[in-house]
């Protein structure tokens, strides 16, 4: 069965909500742009624009009040499902955690080498690129790597995948803090994170699959985790 092509209006509203959930562009209560200023960044007529805001209005995420503008809801999680919740608040040891992302992410890269539209892969590459520079200056990269990640998994178009990323999020902060002394694991890193952003370029998903599968593997061999 083909999965169903996603209208203009709906990849519109995916990228304002990508805005607000990795950009941080916009915050819990924050108005949003005007009609004109908001459909000249996304390159969009007032039309779509207004149809994918009635979208998110649709889904909780954006409220409108008249006379005032379009604001984010401010009693909203947008990174949390009341279903995984309390997943969430567990403290599982760094194996779980990266056995976990062994399951999940390759083939999240898989979907996403093939499912990516232009803006979501130029947010990807933007944050791994943004990270590797983090990385070269010796600055913090976590906030940069939890958004390389989590654009990967949104460019599956997969519900689940996007729902589970705050829980893979501790993995990375762990991993970003126990790795950050150890030279190896910085340019493992570097490395294989280059070779996903080549791979997903040129919408290679074997390719995609196989990058990402070996940075994780690489994880946890420097951190002595055994498969």
Do not use: C, W
């Not at 130029?122 to 989590?150: C, N, P, S, V, W």
């Not at 570097?190 to 791979?199: A, S, T, V």
């Amino acid at each position: 069965m083909t999965r169903k092509k996603r209208s203009l209006a709906e990849n519109v509203a995916d990228n304002i909500l990508a805005m607000i959930t990795i950009d941080k562009k916009f915050n819990s209560g924050d108005k949003l742009p005007n009609e004109i200023e908001l459909s000249e960044v996304l390159q969009v007529s007032r039309t779509t624009l207004r149809e994918a805001i009635r979208i998110l209005v649709a889904h909780n995420v954006l409220e409108i009040y008249r006379g005032k503008g379009t604001f984010v809801k401010n009693n909203l999680d947008l990174n949390e499902d009341l279903g995984l919740k309390e997943l969430s608040t567990l403290q599982p040891d760094i194996k779980d955690l990266y056995e976990m992302r062994l399951i999940f992410e390759p083939q999240s890269a898989y979907y996403a080498a093939k499912r990516a539209n232009d803006r979501e892969l130029e947010r990807i590459l933007y944050y791994g690129r943004l990270e590797e520079e983090l990385i070269l200056k010796k600055e913090d990269r976590t906030e940069a790597e939890q958004a390389f990640h989590k654009s990967i998994a949104k460019a599956t178009h997969n519900e689940f995948m996007n729902r589970l990323m705050p829980i893979l999020y501790q993995a990375i902060d762990k991993g970003v803090l126990l790795s950050d002394t150890n030279e190896e694991m910085i340019q493992n890193t570097l490395n294989d994170h280059r070779m996903i952003m080549e791979f997903l370029s040129k919408r290679d998903a074997e390719g995609a699959k196989t990058a990402m599968k070996l940075h994780i593997i690489h994880a946890m061999r420097g951190f002595g985790i055994t498969e």
